[in-house]
């Protein structure tokens, strides 16, 4: 070797399985959220295999529990008469049988053959496992080779095994819905399933709703404008959204129009001072500015400073200049302002964004839950203290839940004599009306109401009495 000359050495290649598998045990053994720190688990793939990537790890954690049922099955037959399960094996077996069954009953452009033998593989590649490479192999195979329907749980006679199961929802959470919504339950369990849809909350800022249809429709991306909201455009088929035209020029934000809905309620005028509770990224908070047309002042507040520059990034590409950031715990508010109005996006169980983060599905719990309470409570107690009298406050979570939702709103009222519910049905669509409680609160059901699962409550300080 030549002075100056450098040695190239050949950075192995990493596969989109191989992410995927590293992601679902994690997720698993370590409580990673699916969503966080992709960028560097993707690092090295290529745009395809990224794609791919993503697919596999939310379609594994999508289906587990439908996953879970076709290899118990398998396990069973060969286990003759003993009860045998997936999840009695160590972690990454698992997630390996669960990752290869996903492609081989769900991707049809994978050849099942190609799915077996790369779980085989990677069930070789740890010398303590290996032994158990002819069961991944046995148990795939057979999978693969099934020529039969697989017999699901019927709902109409078996309702809780069928939510369990064939829509693979947690035990506790299948009693729960089953509890509160009866035959609803299945419809809210298979839209649980279903991928999510992509909406764009136009930027009223920079643009109108009409410039970017035209510009999507430049670009041949399918979508159509929303019955919802005024500023949404729901796209009908995946996309790279930062490629989407206008995108960096800031045109649009993605959000459901539940989200959407949220801010309308408020009814945030320019002018005022409002604060956002619960802020980050900053998709609501921008959307307040939208509505105030930049006028006025907006607190960001967020326990996380690392996602409140998320809130100012947002805020700099889509042209919002009213907003300050404010670091520190929604339920000392000691240095807040007197606001016009505060929007209280409060910490919840998310039940009602299962497509979008399908991890949550299994890891939440009743215990957890029942944690989220007194701090959900907590933060609409400190809140009202720094709303003017005539104010209003919108309580919102994603999640569809009573004890976090309806029940949490009626307590606070009880403790709270000055205040009361507003009317928000003026900000719903016609047909939503009738879903309103006492016309100040609305569970949104996304089997119903074609949105994800958000709740929505206005109160008025009326003062005390």
């Not at 289906?63 to 003993?82: I, P, S, T």
């Not at 829509?167 to 035959?183: A, Q």
């Not at 949550?360 to 409570?377: D, G, K, M, N, Y």
Request: net charge positive.
């Amino acid at each position: 070797m030549t002075k100056g000359q450098t040695i190239k050495t050949k950075v192995p290649r990493v596969s989109a399985r191989e992410v995927a598998l590293t992601r679902l045990v994690d997720i698993q053994s370590k409580g990673s959220y699916a969503n966080l720190g992709l960028d560097e688990a993707f690092k090295g793939l290529e745009t395809a295999e990224r794609a791919l990537a993503t697919q596999l790890i939310n379609g594994v954690l999508r289906h587990r529990g439908q996953l879970d049922w076709v290899l118990n099955e398998v396990l069973n037959r060969a286990a003759r008469g003993k009860r045998r399960s997936v999840c009695d094996l160590p972690l990454r077996i698992a997630a390996i049988l669960r990752l290869g069954a996903f492609q081989v009953l769900f991707l049809d452009r994978i050849p099942a053959s190609a799915a077996v033998n790369e779980a085989v593989r990677q069930a070789g590649q740890k010398a303590s496992q290996a032994g158990l490479k002819p069961l991944v192999n046995a148990v795939l195979r057979q999978v693969a080779a099934r020529e039969t329907p697989w017999q699901w749980p019927v709902f109409a006679d078996a309702p809780l095994d069928a939510l369990m199961w064939r829509h693979s929802l947690p035990e506790w959470l299948s009693r729960l819905w089953l509890e509160r919504f009866g035959p609803e339950a299945e419809a809210l369990a298979t839209w649980s399933v279903a991928p999510p849809r992509l909406c764009l909350r136009v930027n009223t800022l920079r643009c109108d709703r009409q410039q970017v249809c035209e510009a999507l429709t430049r670009a041949m991306v399918p979508h159509r404008v929303s019955t919802v909201s005024g500023d949404g455009v729901v796209l009908d088929g995946p996309v790279v959204v930062t490629e989407l035209p206008g995108y960096d020029a800031g045109w649009f934000y993605v959000q459901d129009e539940a989200a959407m809905l949220v801010v309308d309620v408020l009814g945030a005028a320019p002018g005022e001072l409002v604060i956002d509770v619960g802020a980050a990224p900053g998709g609501k908070t921008t959307h307040l500015a939208q509505c105030m047309r930049n006028e006025g002042q907006i607190l960001a507040v967020d326990v996380s400073a690392a996602r409140l520059k998320l809130v100012e990034r947002n805020c700099e590409r889509l042209g919002v200049g009213c907003v300050r950031v404010l670091c520190g715990d929604g339920q000392v508010v000691e240095q807040w302002p007197v606001a016009d109005r505060i929007l209280l996006d409060v910490p919840c169980s998310g039940l009602g964004v299962l497509p979008r983060k399908p991890d949550l599905r299994f890891r939440q719990t009743p215990v957890q839950i029942e944690a989220l309470l007194s701090v959900q409570q907590g933060l609409l107690v400190s809140a009202a203290k720094r709303l003017k009298v005539g104010g209003t406050m919108v309580y919102s979570t994603c999640t569809i839940n009573l004890a976090e939702n309806q029940a949490q709103v009626r307590a606070f009222l009880r403790s709270h004599p000055g205040f009361e519910l507003g009317d928000l049905t003026r900000d719903l669509p016609e047909a939503w009306r009738v879903d309103c409680e006492d016309r100040g609160m609305i569970q949104l059901l996304p089997h119903r109401h074609g949105v994800d699962g958000f709740f929505v409550a206005k109160l008025i300080k009326k003062g005390d009495r």
